[in-house]
């Protein structure tokens, strides 16, 4: 009886334990654990190199410096300056993005043959970055309250195990109905990403490998790789020695310290 | 210019940098060919059709300081062999940069750009244009100057202080996009008894709010177009003799972005070359992004000009924007190869004066550049002083770029 008793009580602890959860919650809690660990970074700077591969498997190459700030205020999300170095001709050319969390994000082209800091529409989400696989949309950064989330399930994911969380996009003019994220439930590192087209299609799949953790806290991956299931082609994203805490204030992500560039 | 001077500074610089050890070539060489078509409008120029020439501009810099610090030199040069007068040399940029935080300085032989609007950039006003390389303006001699940026919560102040000025370039008599006259560039009067060393200033305040970008400035020094005045010493050979008078000028940017739309303003109020006027551009730039979903963006421009200044070229500058629209088409591919082409139509909407350009441009290798410009001035009535003069010049040129 007293077992039965007791039986009982576990299964109704359970229930409510469960039921406390919708998936939608546990999604958001999810997106929040990964963003609380990535929290603190105050800056990071990077170099990439950009791999194009065509569908005959023809390979092209950019280098890019990418530096951001993290943004704590209410209505703003981080901010992101791209630095061209190759293709040599557009060397010196740079993006400055500052994200908001409601309206539309700010951004701003350098080109340094003119010397003119041009401010550009930021309702290009779906586009092209410089001819890759990548749209303007997956290299924003990424702020939790832009989306909405939904839990799927547990399984395992290689050599360990993945939340699988579906993610809708929650701003404007996004070229996807949602993406499928495999987090895994050790570090909360995102593992995969499977991108959905506005027809529901599977468009692109990217994977990431070889991560790394730096200052003890935040884990960086060193490559990333995206396919096109469409077009056959792909892009691979290298990364080398991320830095953080480098000291870059607001003043070095304005408009006006565009033109220090070269 | 003292070039020898220049050369000893710009060796100097390769030894301070080789100490450094942090520094950068870098640069960009190009075969350029230019064609015309029709015969020259005025019987002393060139009956020749086809001109190549090559272009050299190579790029040092040097960082130090944990990159606060940046020494840069950007020679220029252009042989042409068939045009003598368009073969030159220039200092685009031999400067200090050091940026600490919250503000820069610039000391040195620098290049400035300020402006929104894409068929004229009539606020900007620190850097000569360099009229032989390109018609557009968008060609900028090497300023010397002192400048420094402060950066703040309230937006950025620009302060600068140009203690020399450069000439305007002119085409000779016998070259291609003349003017009606020919002009004496060796006799160049000053309003100021400084003559080229009057001592410049400017002050720049821009900021963005929200979707609002804005700047406003004020010049106080030689103006950068010169005027003419009228030599007729040899009445059978009459010459134009460039004059830059000493002027004060407030300029307003003003640009609204919001979604695909990005509406643009500019306007100058100048005093100094005739009667105090007004001039301004505005207009529109409205983008469809990602075309077809074949990843093309495809953008609309449609920009009015007017320029309230004295017709007169004896008076004013002269300019060919008095009252025009400009409507433009500006395609970007998005391609691994970065293929984009941009054509415009400039139409006078008082007479018949009509000009159409269009730029092409996509990579064929890796820092190889494939670029066409072409220019065709359909109608130019003797009364648009600049135009006019290059109504047969209607030209196409073919650039073969290597980037390094």
């Keep these: 009886?007293?077992?039965?008793?007791?039986?009982?009580?576990?299964?109704?602890?359970?229930?409510?334990?469960?039921?406390?959860?919708?998936?939608?919650?546990?999604?958001?809690?999810?997106?929040?654990?990964?963003?609380?660990?990535?929290?603190?970074?105050?800056?990071?700077?990077?170099?990439?190199?950009?791999?194009?591969?065509?569908?005959?498997?023809?390979?092209?190459?950019?280098?890019?410096?990418?530096?951001?700030?993290?943004?704590?205020?209410?209505?703003?999300?981080?901010?992101?300056?791209?630095?061209?170095?190759?293709?040599?001709?557009?060397?010196?050319?740079?993006?400055?993005?500052?994200?908001?969390?409601?309206?539309?994000?700010?951004?701003?082209?350098?080109?340094?043959?003119?010397?003119?800091?041009?401010?550009?529409?930021?309702?290009?989400?779906?586009?092209?970055?410089?001819?890759?696989?990548?749209?303007?949309?997956?290299?924003?950064?990424?702020?939790?309250?832009?989306?909405?989330?939904?839990?799927?399930?547990?399984?395992?994911?290689?050599?360990?195990?993945?939340?699988?969380?579906?993610?809708?996009?929650?701003?404007?003019?996004?070229?996807?109905?949602?993406?499928?994220?495999?987090?895994?439930?050790?570090?909360?590192?995102?593992?995969?990403?499977?991108?959905?087209?506005t027809a529901n299609q599977l468009l692109k799949t990217l994977t990431a490998e070889g991560y790394r953790q730096y200052l003890n806290q935040y884990w960086r991956p060193d490559t990333l790789m995206m396919v096109n299931h469409k077009n056959g082609k792909g892009t691979r994203l290298t990364f080398g020695e991320y830095r953080f805490k480098t000291g870059l204030k607001d003043n070095d992500f304005a408009p006006a310290a565009l033109q220090r560039g070269r | 210019m003292n070039w020898r001077a220049c050369g000893l500074a710009a060796a100097l610089i390769v030894v301070a940098a080789d100490e450094a050890g942090a520094y950068e070539w870098s640069g960009m060489l190009a075969f350029d060919n230019r064609v015309f078509w029709e015969e020259p409008a005025f019987p002393e120029q060139r009956s020749q059709a086809y001109y190549p020439s090559l272009v050299m501009q190579p790029e040092l810099r040097a960082d130090w300081n944990g990159e606060k610090d940046r020494f840069t030199f950007i020679p220029f040069l252009r042989a042409e062999p068939a045009d003598p007068q368009r073969q030159h040399l220039d200092i685009r940029e031999l400067n200090w940069l050091h940026a600490a935080g919250d503000w820069d300085v610039t000391v040195g032989v620098a290049k400035?750009?300020?402006?929104?609007?894409?068929?004229?950039?009539?606020?900007?006003?620190?850097?000569?244009?360099?009229?032989?390389?390109?018609?557009?303006?968008?060609?900028?001699?090497?300023?010397?100057?002192?400048?420094?940026?402060?950066?703040?919560?309230?937006?950025?102040?620009?302060?600068?202080?140009?203690?020399?000025?450069?000439?305007?370039?002119?085409?000779?008599?016998?070259?291609?996009?003349?003017f009606a006259l020919p002009i004496d560039t060796d006799r160049a009067r000053y309003a100021s008894a400084r003559e080229e060393w009057h001592t410049d200033v400017a002050l720049r305040w821009s900021h963005s709010l929200a979707s609002w970008d804005i700047g406003v400035s004020y010049f106080r020094g030689t103006g950068r177009e010169s005027a003419f005045d009228l030599d007729l010493g040899d009445p059978f050979n009459p010459r134009l003799v460039p004059r830059y008078d000493l002027i004060r000028q407030t300029g307003l940017e003003l640009q609204h972005t919001s979604g695909p739309w990005l509406l643009k303003l500019e306007a100058i109020s100048r005093a100094g070359q005739g009667k105090r006027f007004f001039a301004a551009t505005a207009g529109f730039e409205y983008t469809w992004f990602d075309v077809l979903s074949r990843g093309a963006d495809l953008g609309v421009l449609a920009e009015c000009n007017h320029d309230g200044r004295d017709a007169n070229p004896l008076v004013a500058p002269p300019v060919p924007y008095d009252d025009d629209v400009f409507l433009g088409l500006?395609?970007?591919?998005?391609?691994?190869?970065?293929?984009?082409?941009?054509?415009?139509?400039?139409?006078?909407?008082?007479?018949?004066?009509?000009?159409?350009?269009?730029?092409?441009?996509?990579?064929?290798?890796?820092?190889?550049?494939?670029?066409?410009?072409?220019?065709?001035?359909?109608?130019?009535?003797?009364d648009d002083f600049v135009l006019h003069g290059y109504r047969r010049d209607s030209h196409l040129q073919l650039r073969l770029a290597r980037y390094f």
């Design chain 2, 330 to 382: 500006r395609l970007s591919m998005n391609d691994a190869d970065d293929s984009s082409v941009l054509a415009g139509v400039l139409q006078d909407v008082d007479q018949d004066a009509t000009f159409i350009s269009l730029k092409a441009n996509r990579r064929f290798a890796t820092d190889w550049i494939l670029e066409v410009k072409g220019r065709h001035f359909v109608d130019a009535p003797p």
């Design chain 2, 112 to 178: 400035v750009f300020w402006g929104v609007t894409e068929s004229r950039h009539l606020v900007d006003i620190i850097n000569q244009s360099d009229l032989l390389e390109d018609i557009d303006r968008e060609q900028k001699l090497g300023q010397p100057m002192v400048n420094l940026n402060l950066i703040g919560e309230y937006g950025t102040f620009g302060f600068y202080v140009l203690p020399y000025f450069r000439e305007q370039t002119y085409q000779d008599r016998r070259g291609r996009l003349r």
């Design chain 1, 1 to 197: 009886m007293k077992k039965c008793a007791s039986l009982l009580l576990l299964t109704v602890l359970l229930a409510r334990v469960a039921g406390a959860e919708t998936p939608e919650e546990k999604g958001l809690a999810i997106a929040n654990e990964v963003d609380r660990r990535n929290q603190g970074y105050a800056d990071m700077v990077v170099a990439m190199t950009m791999t194009l591969i065509d569908a005959r498997g023809k390979t092209d190459e950019r280098k890019l410096d990418l530096k951001a700030l993290e943004v704590t205020a209410a209505d703003d999300g981080d901010k992101a300056l791209l630095v061209f170095n190759q293709p040599r001709d557009v060397a010196g050319t740079a993006l400055l993005t500052a994200t908001h969390i409601q309206a539309e994000d700010d951004q701003w082209l350098y080109l340094p043959a003119l010397k003119r800091i041009k401010r550009i529409s930021s309702s290009n989400k779906t586009g092209s970055f410089m001819g890759s696989e990548f749209s303007y949309e997956d290299l924003a950064p990424q702020e939790v309250r832009k989306y909405q989330y939904k839990f799927l399930r547990h399984e395992p994911c290689g050599a360990l195990r993945c939340l699988v969380v579906e993610v809708y996009p929650g701003y404007k003019n996004s070229g996807y109905a949602k993406l499928i994220n495999w987090i895994d439930d050790q570090e909360y590192r995102s593992q995969k990403i499977a991108f959905y087209d």
